[in-house]
């Protein structure tokens, strides 16, 4: 009902032809699967969302925000929306790069312990695609992905139905592919020194305006690639 509201406060002197109509029920049809994919059963309560957050790095202050904070005991899971197609992957972050999901819990790590960082994506190409298997393959596309705490991933998501990457198998043990996709007490101590090693780089750099052009390459691309000026 609330969807409804916002959506006829905003185009209320609007005149809309049938095809606009049939456009904005579809996206708020997609905008309550959304709602409704993320309404699964978990210990981690919502905390907040675009929840501000900060952090005095030397004299030089941090600051952040969240789209989505769940946190369960001393655990804090975060979530991030993207509207693009983005794959969770830490191995840019030793180059200083792709640093966004780490550096949400460099914000928290000394509040919290690590409970999960994740991407979800909520726009796929064809929002209005009306096939049969649209559900199913809305369901596949909203699956959180990115990296978990196995001690408490079954907090989480109870039927490790929402987090890809996740498995655990009949002995009762999770898959070779879940370890892939998972941080460990020691693995966040590293990438967290890591985290702190380049962000006291960039400062420095920053207070000295070194500012050089030279991009990084990372699996044989650049920034380059979607500058107008290459």
């Given at each position: 009902?609330?969807?409804?509201?916002?959506?006829?406060?905003?185009?209320?002197?609007?005149?809309?032809?049938?095809?606009?109509?049939?456009?904005?029920?579809?996206?708020?049809?997609?905008?309550?699967?959304?709602?409704?994919?993320?309404?699964?059963?978990?210990?981690?309560e919502?905390?907040?969302?675009?929840?501000?957050?900060?952090?005095?790095v030397?004299?030089?202050?941090?600051?952040?925000?969240?789209?989505?904070?769940?946190?369960y005991?001393?655990?804090?899971?975060?979530?991030?929306?993207?509207?693009?197609?983005?794959?969770?992957?830490?191995?840019?972050?030793?180059?200083?790069?792709?640093?966004?999901?780490?550096m949400?819990?460099?914000?928290?790590?000394?509040?919290?312990?690590?409970?999960?960082?994740?991407?979800?994506?909520?726009?796929p190409?064809?929002?209005?695609?009306?096939?049969?298997?649209e559900?199913?393959?809305?369901?596949?596309?909203?699956?959180?992905?990115?990296?978990?705490?196995?001690?408490?991933?079954?907090?989480?998501?109870?039927?490790?139905?929402?987090i890809?990457?996740?498995?655990?198998?009949?002995?009762?043990?999770?898959?070779?592919?879940?370890?892939?996709?998972?941080?460990?007490d020691?693995?966040?101590?590293?990438?967290?020194?890591?985290?702190?090693?380049k962000?006291?780089?960039?400062?420095?750099?920053?207070?000295?305006?070194?500012?050089?052009?030279?991009?990084?390459?990372?699996?044989k691309?650049?920034?380059?690639?979607?500058?107008?000026?290459?």
């Open positions: 009902e609330d969807i409804d509201c916002l959506t006829n406060e905003f185009f209320k002197d609007i005149n809309l032809d049938s095809k606009m109509l049939y456009y904005i029920n579809r996206m708020k049809k997609y905008i309550l699967s959304i709602r409704e994919f993320n309404n699964f059963e978990s210990d981690f919502l905390f907040g969302k675009e929840v501000k957050v900060s952090r005095m030397d004299d030089s202050l941090l600051v952040g925000k969240i789209d989505k904070l769940l946190t005991k001393d655990y804090a899971c975060v979530l991030d929306y993207k509207t693009g197609n983005v794959a969770a992957d830490l191995k840019p972050v030793y180059y200083g790069l792709k640093m966004q999901l780490p949400y819990m460099y914000f928290l790590h000394d509040e919290y312990h690590f409970g999960g960082i994740y991407y979800q994506m909520v726009l190409k064809n929002p209005f695609d009306d096939s049969k298997d559900e199913a393959s809305m369901n596949q596309f909203m699956r959180w992905q990115g990296f978990s705490n196995l001690d408490v991933v079954c907090n989480l998501d109870h039927g490790l139905s929402h890809k990457g996740i498995k655990i198998k009949k002995d009762g043990n999770f898959d070779s592919n879940s370890f892939k996709n998972s941080l460990d020691k693995k966040m101590l590293l990438l967290m020194n890591k985290m702190d090693e962000i006291k780089e960039s400062i420095k750099n920053i207070k000295a305006g070194l500012f050089s052009i030279s991009p990084k390459e990372y699996e691309k650049t920034p380059c690639n979607f500058c107008d000026f290459k």
